[in-house]
């Protein structure tokens, strides 16, 4: 299929905020997600929303939504060391697989 | 502690040998997935199952095959026909519903290596 693109790379220092961009394929895509991959293990999710909303908020994360440019971000405020990981975003597709993004590794220093 | 095993956590491979990645989930999900993971290449869909006796190809299928008998085991065999299978293997469940909103739960994943 298409590709979900992301920048493969940010580095922040810690305490500033982390904004990690994704652009998307399907526009009929029903939700989008962020997970977060530490090294050597699996998948986290971390959040996701819905295609009929423009924003969400959970604690220190904010997901922006711009349908119109199928434009996905992450941003995390007061970014910490332990966040230094690969954030994947991934859209629905058919037959209920995700779409991934390659990941964009975080690296936060002190 | 509900959740998704996978076994080995590392496999070696020799040449012309089929090797077999092991993915149970104790969550009751009814779609359970296989995504490869190479550096710099994201994840990729090899195969996945919605339903128990029932499987589909993904995006690389070839070299790789599945088996679906039971809800909670998913296997994945590797292949001799798999000429590059040194990898990230990752197995994922989620359930079928609206209100599960497809979110996938992923196990810690087992790392393909050839001898």
């Known amino acids: 299929g298409e590709d979900v693109e992301q920048s493969l790379f940010l580095s922040v220092r810690e305490g500033d905020s982390s904004v990690i961009n994704c652009t998307y394929t399907?526009?009929?895509?029903?939700?989008l997600y962020w997970y977060k991959q530490e090294p050597g293990a699996g998948l986290q999710l971390l959040t996701y929303i819905f295609s009929n909303m423009d924003m969400k908020q959970d604690q220190r994360l904010t997901v922006l939504l711009n349908k119109k440019d199928k434009h996905l971000s992450l941003r995390i405020a007061d970014t910490q060391t332990g966040d230094s990981a690969i954030y994947f975003c991934?859209?629905?597709?058919?037959?209920?697989?995700?779409?991934f993004g390659k990941g964009t590794s975080l690296l936060v220093t002190p | 502690d509900g959740g998704i095993t996978q076994s080995p956590k590392y496999l070696f491979r020799k040449e012309g040998q089929n090797v077999t990645l092991s993915c149970e989930q104790n969550?009751?999900?009814?779609?359970m997935y296989w995504y490869r993971q190479d550096p710099g290449q994201g994840l990729r869909l090899i195969y996945y199952s919605q339903i128990v006796n029932d499987f589909q190809k993904g995006d690389i299928a070839e070299g790789y095959s599945v088996s679906r008998e039971k809800k909670e085991s998913f296997p994945l065999t590797v292949t001799s026909a798999q000429k590059n299978p040194t990898a990230f293997y990752l197995c994922a469940s989620s359930m079928e519903s609206v209100i599960a909103k497809n979110i996938q739960y992923f196990g810690a994943g087992t790392r393909l290596s050839v001898l």
């Open positions: 399907d526009s009929s895509s029903t939700y």
């Open positions: 991934a859209e629905t597709s058919p037959g209920y697989a995700l779409n």
């Open positions: 969550l009751n999900h009814d779609a």
